[in-house]
């Protein structure tokens, strides 16, 4: 299966602290994304990395992908209670057209 | 810009009767997208188009679900007959690419068969 992890499947924190969240997955990547699901709303997309970065920066949120290890890892800074959702990674393959999403990981951030 | 439209938000029918949902997609985009989202999983494409021709359809079970895309806007997606395990919110996405591009969500219709 191309359907990779994350991890953790749950995650609750304070307001003002960090969270990490990680994808891993199995078979080799062209980009991988990451999407936010508000509860009964749509997927929204946050970042895209492709293949040959490392690093990307997007206001409070940084991406890593280590292709060596097949990971990726969403950080969220100084985090405020509008970014309780679920979180998503989303691998899109080599020739392949579309994205392949993994099981989510669902984010609680108390006031 | 509008977003992706949807409709309708809910339906609940009984197990073995039809249902059909409709997407009308971004303006100016060629890729049209269905996935189907069990509660507490994650998205799983069921169809994708690129204009009004099929892309991917390996996953979608083509003996009760069938969808089309008339003139390369918008589409519907149409299961006949349900089973209970198609309980699940089916999403429409569209993208400007098709590849290598972030896809834009709509909200989404919550089916639940009973």
């Known amino acids: 299966s191309q359907q990779g992890e994350e991890d953790p499947q749950a995650l609750s924190i304070q307001e003002g602290e960090n969270a990490t969240m990680n994808c891993s997955y199995k078979?080799?990547?062209?980009?991988l994304q990451w999407y936010r699901q508000n509860s009964g709303r749509g997927l929204v997309h946050l970042i895209l990395?492709?293949?040959?970065?490392r690093e990307k920066h997007s206001g409070r949120l940084r991406v890593t992908l280590d292709t060596s290890k097949k990971s990726s890892s969403l950080l969220i800074t100084a985090s405020r209670a509008a970014d309780t959702a679920s979180y998503f990674c989303?691998?899109?393959?080599?020739?392949?057209?579309?994205?392949?999403f993994g099981t989510g990981t669902r984010l609680t951030v108390i006031p | 810009e509008a977003g992706v439209a949807q409709s309708p938000r809910y339906k609940i029918i009984e197990k073995r009767q039809s249902v059909a949902f409709w997407c009308n997609p971004i303006?100016?985009?060629?890729?049209l997208y269905w996935y189907q989202q069990i509660l507490g999983q994650g998205p799983k494409l069921l169809i994708q188009?690129?204009?009004?021709?099929?892309?991917?359809d390996s996953q979608l079970p083509k003996d009760r679900f069938s969808a089309e895309r008339l003139k390369g806007v918008d589409s519907t997606l149409k299961i006949q007959p349900a089973k209970l395990e198609d309980s699940a919110v089916y999403l429409c996405?569209?993208?400007?690419?098709?590849?290598?591009?972030?896809?834009?969500f709509g909200s989404g219709t919550q089916l639940s068969v009973l």
């Open positions: 078979t080799s990547i062209n980009n």
């Open positions: 990395i492709r293949s040959n970065e």
């Open positions: 303006s100016g985009h060629a890729t």
């Open positions: 989303a691998r899109e393959g080599p020739g392949a057209n579309n994205l392949f």
């Open positions: 188009f690129q204009n009004n021709g099929v892309v991917d």
């Open positions: 996405a569209s993208s400007i690419q098709g590849s290598s591009g972030k896809l834009f």
